[in-house]
C-alpha cells in the first residue's frame, strides 16, 4: 500500500467511526420526521444513552449489554416526547426541548458516578479475507461492531421505508395525516412508534459514542450531536438512503478537524471543532436555497412553518 | 338491493340541516341529490358513510337496520365516498395511493410484482392513460378525480356516493366522468350523485331529489323532468336572492393594466400575463384550479415575488419586479379560503376589521375606539355573532368570508381582487358577497374576479379570461363565451374541439 | 381589562394544575433515587431563599434567566421559536471581553457603558444569522439557533484557552480579571448587580410595548396569520429582523454582565444553560413579559439551590437540572391536557 492510500483509508476510517453515533440517532430522526413529528430531545436521548450504556458495561463487562441498556434507556426517555407531542399535543419544538432538558439533567445525575472508570469494550471487526483488499481492507479492519451496525441500518431502513405496506403507511401519516386516517390507519398510534423507534436508534447512538467511540463517559459529551442529525435529516431529505452520506460530511469533518489538530496545525483545536457545526449549517442553509420544494414531508412542513 | 335513509335529521348548533330526510338508492341506478351550496346534501350523504351520526332517525339496507358508526363500518358495508376535497396524497404515486386504502395488500411492495399491482387493475379500465407510477401533484385534477373513483372501486364499493364530483372539471373532464358514472351503475352499484349542476343531472341520472334548505322537497325522473322546472325548484323562494348583474359600460377607459406580469409562489406561478381592467368592468377569470389563479391574486397584492412586469392602477406602478411593494390601499382583495390568507385568528373581530389601516393607526391605538368603529361594520355586513371583540378564529366560514368582505369592500378601492369570494356560503350569502363586489364595478373601480363557477362567470363578468399554466390562454367578451371554447382554453387547446361538446 | 380576565381564568387554572403536576413528577424522581419527597423539597425551598446570602444568590442567578426569557418572548412575538438566547450570551460576553482586553487602561463611567454597548450589538449581530436565513429563505429557527449555539460557545473556549488566555492564571483557561472601571455596580453588599433592577425595568417596559403599542398589535398580527399581515401592509421580515435583533441585544447583556460582574474574567461554559432556562421561563410565561418576572425568579431559585444540595444533602447539584427538566414536561403535560379538554368541551 502506498501512503496515499493509508491517509485516505485512515480518514475514511476515522470518519466513519465519528459519524456512527450520529448516523444511528440521523436514522431514527429520519423516521420520525417522515411521519411529521420532529424530536429535539434527540439529543437528551444520546445523552441518556450514552451514560446508561457505559453504565451498563462498566457494571456488566459487556459491551453489547451496553448498547442494548443504551438502546433501552433512549426509548424509555422518547416516550416523554411521544406522550408530550402526540399525546398531549404540545409543540414539537417545546417537547423536544424539555426531552433534552431532561436527559440532560437525568444523565448528568445518574452518571455522576461513571466519570473516569474504564470498560472493556468492542475489538474490530474480523474481515476475514477482505482485509487483503485494497483500501476497503483497510477499512474493514478498522470498522468495530457499532460502525457495521449502523451501515446495515441504513440500507434495511431504506427498503422498509419504500419497499413495504407499513413503510408506505409511514410515509402517508407523514404527508397526509387526515389522508391516511381516511385510508384506516392511525395516524397518532405510527408517529408514536416513530418516535419510540427514533429514541432507540439515538440510545443505541448515544451507546456507540459512548462504550465505543470514545470510551469514557463525560458530562454533555454528545456535544449537540443529537441537534446536528435533527438539521441533517433536512439536508439527507428525509431519506434514510442519504442519511449515509449526511453524517459521513459531520464525521468527515470532525475527522479532518482532528487530523488538523495532530498535524500541529496552526489553527486552535477548538475553532476547527466548530467545523462540523459549521458545515451541518451551510449544507442546511444551501439545501433551502437550491429548492423551494425540499421534499419535505407535508405533514412536517406544517409544524416547522407553523 | 336497496338502501334507504329513513327520517334523518342532523343539527349543527342551532342550524337544522337535515330535517326528516328520507332516501332510497336502489343498485344500478344513479340517484341525483340537486340542491344549492348548505342544501344540507353532503350532510346527509356523510352520515350514510358514517363521517356524522344522524341526531335521529335509522339507516337500512335490504330491510336490516345497519349502525354506520365510522367510515370503516361504511366500507364493510360497501359503502364508498368521493369527497370533494381530494384524499389522494399529492407526493406518492398513483399506485402507492392505490395500495394504501386496497383491502388486500401484502406486507413486501416489491416493483412489478402481481401483488402491487392489484389496486391498479381498475384503473386500466377507467383511466388506461394514467402512469400508475406518476405522482399525484403531477396528474391534473380531471385523472386525480378518476383515481379517487378507482380508490372507492377497489373496496368493492356498492353504493357509490360523489361530492360535487365536476365541479372543479373542464367540461370535456365532466362529460368523461359523467360516462363512468353512468358505467358503474351499469355494473350494478348504487350511486348517489351530489351536484348542483344541471348537466349532471340529465347526462347521468335516473332519479333526482331536490333539496334545500335541509329537507327534501321533490323526488322526480329525470326523463319526466325539465330544467325550468328543476330550477324552480332548487331556487324556491331563494330566487329572490340573486346579484343584480352590472350593465356594461362599452366606451369606460383603462383604470388598470397588468403588464407582461409574471411571478411565483408556493402555490404556482404565472407567467407574462397582460390584461387591462376598464373602470366599472368586471373581468372574469377562469381556469382548472391551480393554472395560477392564487398567485396572480397574490402578486397583485404583494404576497407574491415578481419577477418581471408590473402592475399600474390611474398611472402610478403600484407592484413592480423586485420592489418590497406592500399591499396598497387601493387595492382590495377577497381571497379564496379567508381563514388561512386573511384572519388573523388569534384576535379579536374588531382588530381584523381594521387590519388594512393598522398603519395609520396613533401610536398608542384607543381599542374602545376600535371596538366601536368595528360594530358599525359588523353590523352592515350582518357578522354573525355581534360581538367585535370576539377572537376571529372563532367565527363560522361563512361569516368569515363576511368579515373579509366588510373589511375590504367598505372603502373605495380603485382594483377589486376577488378570489372565489362565495366559496362554502349559501344562496342568499353569497348573493350578498356579490352584491357589495359588483357595487364597486357599479362605482367606476375595476373588478378582477376569479372563479372556478363557469356559469357565474358568464352571467356577471363582462369579459372572461382564461389561465392555463400561468399564462392567458384567450380573453373573450362573456357575451361571446361558450361552455364549450372556455373549456377548450382551460386545457390548453386553442379552439373547441367539436368532438368534446358537452351534451347539456 | 382582558389581561386580568385571563389571569382570573385560565392562567390561575392552567398554573394550579401544572404545580400540581410537576410536583408529583419530581415527587415521584425524589422517590425513585431513595429521598423523601417533601424533606427534599423542603431542602430545596430552604437552600434556595433560607436566608440573606441564599436570596441573594438566587436573585444573582436569576439575572441572566430573565433577560433571555425576555429576548426569548420578543421573537415568540412574531410566532418564531428560537433558543438562540444561549449562543447571543457567548458573544456577548466575547466581544464585550474584546472590548475590555483593548481599552483595560480606561478610566471613568464611560468604559462599562461602551463595553455594555458592544456586546448587545455583537449580539444582535450574531442574532441576524438565524434571522436572515429564517426571512429570507425560511430555514427554520429553532434548528439553526442550536447549531450556532454551540459555535459561539467554542469561540469562547477557543479565546480563553488560546489567544486571550490570561498568562498569569496558571494553566485556568480564562482572560484577565475586569478591571473596576469596567465592574457593574453591585447592591445590598452582595453579588446583585445593576442589571437585576435594569432586567425588570425592561420586562416591565417590554410589556407595555407589547401590549399597548401599535407596534405590538403588528406583531400579533404577523404572528396570528403572517398571510395576512403581509396583505394588509405589514413588515413581516422587517419585523423578523427587529425582534431578533433586540432579543438578541438582551441576551447579550446577560452575557456581558454575568462575565464582568459575576465571574470577573471570561472563561468557557459561562451561561450555565441560562439561555435554556430562559426559553424555559417564556414558555411558562407564554411570553407574557410580566408573567416573567416571577417565574424567571422561580427557575433562577431553583437552580440556585442546586449548590445548597450538594452540600446539605450530599446530592449532584445536577439534581436541579433534572427538577428544571421535569419542570418543563409537567408544564407541557397539563397545558396540553388541558387544550384537549377544552376541545372536547368545545
Known amino acids: 500500500m502506498d501512503s496515499l492510500e493509508i491517509v485516505f483509508s485512515g480518514f475514511l476510517i476515522s470518519a466513519l467511526r465519528s459519524a456512527t453515533p450520529l448516523l444511528l440517532a440521523l436514522l431514527g430522526e429520519c423516521l420520525g420526521q417522515r411521519t411529521g413529528v420532529i424530536n429535539l430531545g434527540t439529543e437528551g436521548q444520546m445523552l441518556i444513552g450514552a451514560m446508561a450504556g457505559y453504565g451498563a458495561t462498566a457494571a456488566l463487562g459487556d459491551p453489547w449489554l451496553g448498547l442494548a441498556a443504551g438502546a433501552g434507556a433512549g426509548l424509555l426517555l422518547s416516550s416523554v416526547h411521544a406522550v408530550l407531542a402526540i399525546g398531549a399535543q404540545a409543540n414539537q419544538f417545546a417537547s423536544g426541548l424539555a426531552v433534552w432538558m431532561l436527559g440532560f439533567g437525568l444523565s448528568a445525575y445518574l452518571g455522576a458516578g461513571l466519570v473516569g472508570r474504564k470498560i472493556a469494550s468492542f475489538d474490530s471487526v474480523a474481515a476475514g479475507p477482505v482485509a487483503h483488499w485494497p483500501i476497503i481492507g483497510s477499512v474493514v479492519a478498522g470498522m468495530t461492531p457499532t460502525v457495521l451496525i449502523a451501515l446495515l441500518l441504513v440500507p434495511a431502513i431504506g427498503v422498509w421505508l419504500y419497499g413495504t405496506r407499513t413503510g408506505l403507511r409511514w410515509r402517508a401519516v407523514g404527508e397526509a395525516p387526515d389522508s391516511a386516517r381516511a385510508a384506516g390507519v392511525a395516524p397518532a398510534w405510527i408517529q408514536m412508534q416513530a418516535v419510540l423507534a427514533g429514541g432507540l436508534l439515538s440510545g443505541l447512538g448515544g451507546a456507540a459514542l459512548s462504550v465505543d467511540y470514545t470510551r469514557t463517559w463525560a458530562e454533555g459529551m454528545s456535544a449537540g450531536r443529537g441537534l446536528v442529525a435533527v438539521g441533517l435529516v433536512i439536508v439527507a431529505r428525509w431519506n434514510p438512503w442519504w442519511t449515509l452520506p449526511a453524517a459521513l460530511l459531520f464525521g468527515g469533518a470532525e475527522a479532518l478537524s482532528l487530523r488538523l489538530q495532530a498535524a500541529d496545525t496552526p489553527i486552535s483545536a477548538h475553532l476547527l471543532h466548530t467545523l462540523p457545526y459549521v458545515a451541518s449549517l451551510v449544507v442546511l442553509t444551501l439545501t433551502y436555497v437550491r429548492a423551494r420544494d425540499s421534499g419535505a414531508p407535508a405533514g412536517l412542513k406544517a409544524v416547522m412553518d407553523r | 338491493m336497496l338502501t334507504s335513509l329513513r327520517n334523518i335529521t342532523k343539527r349543527f348548533g342551532t342550524t337544522l340541516a337535515n330535517d326528516r330526510v328520507d332516501l332510497d338508492l336502489e343498485s344500478g341506478r344513479v340517484t341525483a341529490l340537486l340542491g344549492e351550496n348548505g342544501a344540507g346534501k353532503s350532510t346527509l350523504m356523510k352520515i350514510l358513510f358514517g363521517f356524522y351520526r ?361 382594483l377589486v381582487v376577488a378570489c372565489c369570494p362565495t366559496m362554502g356560503l349559501d344562496v342568499a350569502a353569497a348573493a350578498a358577497v356579490y352584491d357589495a363586489l359588483f357595487a364597486h364595478a357599479r362605482r367606476g373601480a375595476c373588478v378582477l374576479w376569479i372563479s372556478e363557477d363557469l356559469d357565474d362567470l358568464m352571467r356577471y363578468a363582462h369579459r372572461i379570461a382564461v389561465l392555463y399554466r400561468g399564462r392567458v390562454a384567450g380573453v373573450i367578451p362573456a357575451t361571446a363565451a361558450t361552455r364549450q371554447q372556455l373549456g377548450a382554453w382551460m386545457v390548453g387547446h386553442a379552439q373547441a374541439p367539436v368532438s368534446d361538446a358537452v351534451h347539456a | 381589562m382582558p389581561f386580568m380576565r385571563s389571569l382570573a381564568f385560565s392562567a390561575t387554572g392552567r398554573l394550579a394544575i401544572a404545580v400540581v403536576a410537576v410536583l408529583l413528577l419530581t415527587g415521584a424522581f425524589f422517590a425513585a433515587i431513595g429521598r423523601e419527597p417533601v424533606a427534599l423539597l423542603w431542602l430545596i425551598a430552604r437552600s434556595a431563599a433560607g436566608d440573606g446570602y441564599a436570596l441573594t444568590e438566587s436573585l444573582v442567578r436569576t439575572t441572566p434567566i430573565l433577560l433571555c426569557a425576555l429576548a426569548t418572548a420578543l421573537p415568540a412575538r412574531i410566532g418564531l421559536i428560537t433558543v438562540g438566547a444561549e449562543g447571543q450570551i457567548y458573544v456577548g460576553a466575547l466581544l464585550g471581553t474584546g472590548f475590555m482586553l483593548t481599552n483595560s487602561a480606561a478610566t471613568g463611567v464611560w468604559p462599562c457603558v461602551a463595553m455594555v454597548v458592544v456586546a448587545m450589538l455583537a449580539a444582535a449581530a450574531w442574532s441576524m444569522v438565524p434571522a436572515l436565513l429564517k426571512a429570507r429563505l425560511g430555514v427554520n429557527e429553532t434548528i439553526v439557533t442550536l447549531l450556532t449555539n454551540y459555535i459561539a460557545a467554542l469561540l469562547v473556549t477557543w479565546v480563553v484557552y488560546g489567544p486571550w488566555k490570561n498568562p498569569a492564571s496558571q494553566g485556568w483557561p480564562a482572560t484577565a480579571e475586569f478591571p473596576a472601571p469596567f465592574k457593574p455596580p453591585t447592591f445590598f453588599d452582595s453579588r446583585v448587580h445593576v442589571g437585576l433592577w435594569l432586567a425588570i425595568a425592561l420586562a416591565v417596559a417590554l410589556h407595555l410595548t407589547l401590549t399597548r403599542t401599535r407596534w405590538g398589535l403588528t406583531l400579533d398580527i404577523l404572528r396570528s396569520n403572517p398571510r395576512a399581515g403581509i396583505a394588509a401592509g405589514l413588515h413581516w421580515r422587517r419585523n423578523i429582523l427587529l425582534t431578533m435583533a433586540l432579543g438578541g441585544m438582551l441576551a447579550g447583556l446577560a452575557g456581558i454582565l454575568e462575565t464582568a460582574s459575576i465571574q470577573g474574567r471570561l472563561q468557557a461554559n459561562i451561561s450555565a444553560g441560562a439561555g435554556f432556562s430562559g426559553f424555559l421561563v417564556a414558555w411558562l410565561a407564554r411570553n407574557d413579559c410580566l408573567r416573567i418576572l416571577p417565574l424567571s425568579l422561580l427557575v433562577g431559585a431553583l437552580l440556585a439551590s442546586g449548590d445548597g444540595l450538594q452540600m446539605l444533602a450530599d446530592l449532584p447539584s445536577s439534581i436541579s437540572l433534572v427538577v428544571q427538566g421535569l419542570l418543563f414536561v409537567g408544564v407541557l403535560f397539563a397545558g396540553g391536557c388541558l387544550k384537549r379538554l377544552e376541545r372536547s368541551h368545545g
Do not use: Y
Request: with cysteine.
Open chain 2, 54 to 414: 344522524a341526531d335521529a332517525g335509522a339507516i337500512v339496507v335490504d330491510g336490516v337496520t345497519v349502525d354506520v358508526a365510522s367510515p370503516r363500518a361504511a366500507a364493510a358495508l360497501g359503502i364508498g365516498m368521493v369527497f370533494q376535497q381530494f384524499s389522494l396524497i399529492p407526493a406518492l404515486t398513483v399506485r402507492e395511493n392505490l395500495a394504501l386504502t386496497h383491502p388486500r395488500l401484502p406486507w413486501w411492495l416489491a416493483r412489478g410484482a402481481r401483488a402491487f399491482a392489484d389496486p391498479v387493475l381498475r384503473l386500466g379500465d377507467i383511466a388506461p392513460e394514467v402512469d400508475p407510477d406518476a405522482l399525484v401533484s403531477r396528474l391534473a385534477v380531471g385523472e386525480m378525480q378518476l383515481v379517487e373513483l378507482v380508490k372507492v372501486l377497489n373496496l368493492e364499493a356498492r353504493i357509490v356516493i360523489l361530492d360535487e364530483p365536476t365541479s372543479v372539471l373542464t367540461p370535456a373532464e365532466a362529460g368523461r366522468l359523467r360516462g363512468e358514472i353512468r358505467r358503474i351503475a351499469a355494473a350494478g352499484a348504487a350511486v348517489a350523485l351530489i351536484t348542483h349542476k344541471l348537466e349532471d343531472v340529465f347526462a347521468c341520472a335516473d332519479e333526482v331529489v331536490v333539496m334545500r334548505r335541509g329537507r327534501v322537497v321533490a323526488r322526480l325522473r329525470t326523463a319526466d323532468t325539465g330544467a325550468d322546472d328543476l330550477v324552480r325548484l332548487v331556487v324556491g323562494e331563494d330566487a329572490l336572492a340573486t346579484a343584480r348583474p352590472v350593465a356594461a359600460a362599452p366606451d369606460a377607459i383603462v383604470r388598470c393594466r397588468i403588464r407582461a406580469l409574471s411571478a411565483s409562489n408556493e402555490t404556482g406561478a404565472i407567467a407574462d400575463v397582460d390584461l387591462g381592467i376598464a373602470g366599472g368592468e368586471i373581468l372574469g377569470i377562469a381556469g382548472v384550479s391551480g393554472n395560477g389563479q392564487q398567485t396572480l391574486a397574490d402578486a397583485l397584492t404583494g404576497l407574491a415575488i415578481i419577477r418581471s412586469g408590473e402592475l399600474i392602477v390611474d398611472g402610478e406602478t403600484l407592484q413592480a419586479a423586485r420592489a418590497e411593494t406592500p399591499a396598497q390601499p387601493s387595492v382590495a382583495c377577497l381571497p379564496e379560503q379567508p381563514l388561512r390568507n386573511a384572519i388573523a385568528p388569534d384576535l379579536s373581530v374588531a382588530v381584523n376589521l381594521m387590519l388594512k389601516r393598522i398603519r395609520d393607526l396613533p401610536f398608542l391605538p384607543d381599542h374602545a375606539r376600535l371596538v366601536a368603529d368595528a360594530a358599525a361594520l359588523v353590523h352592515s355586513f350582518d357578522i354573525r355573532p355581534t360581538d367585535p371583540a370576539l377572537l376571529a378564529g372563532t367565527l363560522s366560514g361563512g361569516n368569515l368570508q363576511k368579515l373579509v368582505a366588510a373589511r375590504e369592500l367598505s372603502g373605495t378601492p380603485a
